[in-house]
């Protein structure tokens, strides 16, 4: 697409992950690339650009500060396309997945936004269209509990309902009540196919609180065998998940992972095309190429009907439904007991 522009005479900037993991192979295709995050850097490139003297390439010299970012122009979006909201509260992680690429973008620390800023964003939102809110954080709050639990209680006097993506490795009781108690309607947890016992307790437990838990599940993993599909499959229907997603682990360029692999040699193709996490690039540990490839499709297909996202899944519930289901949680949060299950350490992602 960039060398079609460019064959146009368009000036083609790059940037984001891919380009941020392999800058000189992105460079060819462009003008300029952005390497990592853009805030600091963007002001200087579209001058640069005016005065015709864009750079080759441009980097920020530290990651940015995110209590200066200023507030989005939301206005600008087409919000009828869209199903709900993204609000971003915090850059980076505190986990250490060897598959992850975000690090080379984000650095290795994890950075929130003051919470009063998320604050004035979700309510410029709200002011164009009141809906469903996505926090798009890699980990929303990272186990960061003093900004969660100061956080939050605000979201429920937005009376907004809202959803986000988390681990068990930083949930924890506290965290999880907070959430049940502040409107939160739905956690997407990130899956390793490990399926343990006290996975399953403890979607139930959260599933108690009145929160919808959606499961999204990676393949590819050192430790799994071809028998993981059929159990992932039993593990949905124990758990009760109304909604999962699968995704074949992809060594992205420069991660821990496409090191390891590319030192085995066990990388087979570079055709990015491929790497949307829905092909097989690498020779797994304990399965073959095509066992891994066929288990995922699969997969796909025996859970076809739950992976289709109805709209009225985000649909604001109203004040009767909201009193109704808080009646429930607070009864619900009497058996605190169950949530004992939760900040279970399940095997480490890289294995
Ligand atoms: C939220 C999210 C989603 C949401 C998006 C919802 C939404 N409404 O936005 C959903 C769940 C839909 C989703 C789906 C998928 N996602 Co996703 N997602 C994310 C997540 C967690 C946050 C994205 C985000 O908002 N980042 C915040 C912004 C500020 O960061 P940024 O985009 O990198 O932008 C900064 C810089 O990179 C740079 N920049 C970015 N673009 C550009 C462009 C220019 C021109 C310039 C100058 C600069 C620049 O400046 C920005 C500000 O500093 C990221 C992880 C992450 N932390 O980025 C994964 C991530 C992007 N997703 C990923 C993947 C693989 C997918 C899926 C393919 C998964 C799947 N198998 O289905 C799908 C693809 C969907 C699609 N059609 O593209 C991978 C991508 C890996 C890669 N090498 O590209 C990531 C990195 C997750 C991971 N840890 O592996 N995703
Ligand atoms: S949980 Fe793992 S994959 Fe997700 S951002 Fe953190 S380190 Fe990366």
Redesign the pocket.
Known sequence: MADYYRSKNVKV?????????VPEEASQHADS??I????E??PQ?VDDLKNGDLKKA?KAGSL?DLSQIPLPKFEIINHKK?L?H?I?TS???SLD?E????RQ??GGTFRVKPIKNVIAEIKKVLEIEKKFI?F???IFGAGKKDYILELLPQLKKLKIDYML?SDYQVLDKEIVLALARNRCRKL?INMLGTCLKEEVKAIRAIQSLGIDVWGYFGFGFKFQTKDVFRRVLDFIEESRLTHA????M?P??NTPMAQRLEKDKRIFSKDWTL????HVVFKPDLMDVEDLQKGFEWVWGEKKGMTKIPSYYFKQKGGFAIAIRMFFVSIAIRIEKLLGFIGIKTKKRSK
């Open positions: 900037i790059l940037g984001g992950v891919h380009t941020t993991l690339i952005v990592g995050e853009c805030e850097v963007l490139l441009y940015a869209y709900c993204s971003q850059r980076g992680c997945c598959f992850c690429p975000t973008v984000f996505f798009t954080d890699d993506i997407c997603s699968f995704a074949i992809a992205y360029p790497y949307d996490q829905s």
